[in-house]
């Protein structure tokens, strides 16, 4: 009775695991066919974008500035330097790091703006840049490629924010394909090596097979990383279940400046350099500064200063806030790096994730090779689909649960 039982089990959980690859093929076959495009366009304009600080400085010598045993010009010496070019413009933000010119950008953003690079420690006006409203240098073209395709902004990062959450699915059912029935020596080689004098056809199955797994942990963290900046849902769900039920805070805090103290302490030359004062003497370390300017049309706007202590990477990253009108700095609404929990310093490095930074330029290389092969998988996966359609004869399907790239016998 025992013997029957199993016997009679056995072809259930085989049609079961015969169901569930027939549905992960499926998924994956459709769903890669009709997000392919989308994440070839992503992860390519990801290839050109990891790089943009050390191909920009390389292109741009003069914007580099020898590191010296003396402070850097305030946040009101470089306002008073863009003034006397650009008299009425507002400034917007000043970014200093270590061995480069100060970036001063005026302007409103997409709206036009202007770019001054100014050495830290004389003051001079190394270059300028000014750009119309919609014009955008070569590294932003590719980023508004990666984060909306070039379409209308509402359009657009929908798009490829539900375009990167469905490629993560794409990812996980090609593992599931890719994971052999048997362990053997054919199936050891057929799965992690390229069998690069075998036909056309093999080589590309394999470059979709291998380098797919090869690739898929790189790929899945830059996906998933990439959906923070996108899908409120998602990033809010991560953060809770990362933090163990905690709150996404807003961002900036929404903290503003007492605008019934207007006029009664500083001046504002005279609050943005208090303030620059106080960060600087609690972090002399620090390998950059981003000094974001107070709108002083704004009574409640605030200035904002973020240090980075380790110069390319974003991670421990802290942010301080001051009330424009007293210089006062504002309660921090975020821990710091080094007070944060786990799930908390997990969000804060989410960035560096996503770039590979947080690995150093090794993990750029690794974030660099990743995307390539994330933009070749729809266009091998496209090849081996056309292939198969040729091959088919007019009017025939292929049979129940067969799966679509699995189970491919190439000739090599």
């Not at 202007?114 to 006006?125: A, D, E, H, K, S």
């Not at 924010?161 to 053997?184: A, E, R, S």
Request: proline share 6%; glycine share 8%.
């Amino acid at each position: 009775m025992t013997r029957n039982t199993s016997a009679a089990a056995k072809p259930k959980k085989k049609h079961a695991r015969s169901l569930f690859y027939r549905i992960c093929a499926w998924l994956h076959l459709w769903l890669g066919l009709v997000t392919g495009i989308i994440m070839v366009i992503v992860c390519v304009m990801a290839c050109v974008w990891v790089f943009n600080d050390e191909i920009t400085t390389l292109l741009e010598p003069e914007t580099r500035v020898a590191r010296q045993e003396a402070p850097v010009l305030p946040p009101s010496q470089l306002k008073a330097i863009a003034d006397s070019l650009y008299p009425g413009k507002r400034m917007s933000y000043a970014s200093y790091q270590q061995g480069k010119a100060a970036y001063v950008v005026l302007g409103e953003g997409r709206r036009g703006n202007i770019t001054l690079r100014v050495n830290p420690y004389t003051g001079q006006v190394v270059s300028v840049q000014e750009k119309k409203e919609g014009e955008v240098d070569f590294f932003r073209w590719a980023l508004n490629g990666h984060r909306f395709l070039w379409l209308p902004y509402k359009i657009g990062r929908p798009i490829v924010n539900y375009g990167t959450l469905i490629f993560v699915i794409i990812l996980i059912t090609g593992m599931v394909l890719w994971w052999p029935k048997k362990w053997n020596k054919s199936t050891r080689e057929k799965s992690f090596f390229i069998k690069w004098k075998a036909s056309f056809k093999r080589v590309n199955y394999d470059l979709h097979n291998v380098l797919g797994f090869y690739s898929l942990l790189a790929v899945l963290a830059m996906a998933l990383t990439g959906m923070v900046y996108g899908i409120e849902w998602y990033s809010k769900s991560l953060y809770w279940a990362t933090t163990g039920g905690k709150t996404l805070p807003p961002y900036g805090g929404g903290l503003t400046s007492d605008s019934l103290q207007a006029g009664r302490h500083f001046t504002p030359q005279q609050a943005m350099d208090a303030a620059w004062r106080q960060v600087v003497q609690r972090h002399p370390e620090a390998q950059g500064f981003f000094y974001s300017y107070a709108d002083t049309s704004k009574p409640k706007s605030t200035i904002s200063i973020t240090i980075y202590p380790t110069a390319g990477k974003y991670y421990n990253h802290r942010n301080f806030q001051f009330d424009q009108h007293t210089a006062k700095m504002l309660p921090a609404t975020t821990p710091a790096y080094e007070e944060a929990s786990a799930g908390q310093k997990l969000r804060k490095m989410n960035y560096d994730i996503h770039v590979g930074s947080i690995l150093g330029f090794p993990g750029k290389v690794l974030a660099f090779f990743g995307s390539l092969i994330g933009a070749s998988l729809p266009v091998t996966g496209f090849i081996i689909w056309y292939g198969k359609k040729k091959k088919k004869p007019a009017g025939k399907r292929p049979p129940p649960g067969r799966k679509v790239a699995a189970n491919m016998e190439l000739s090599s």
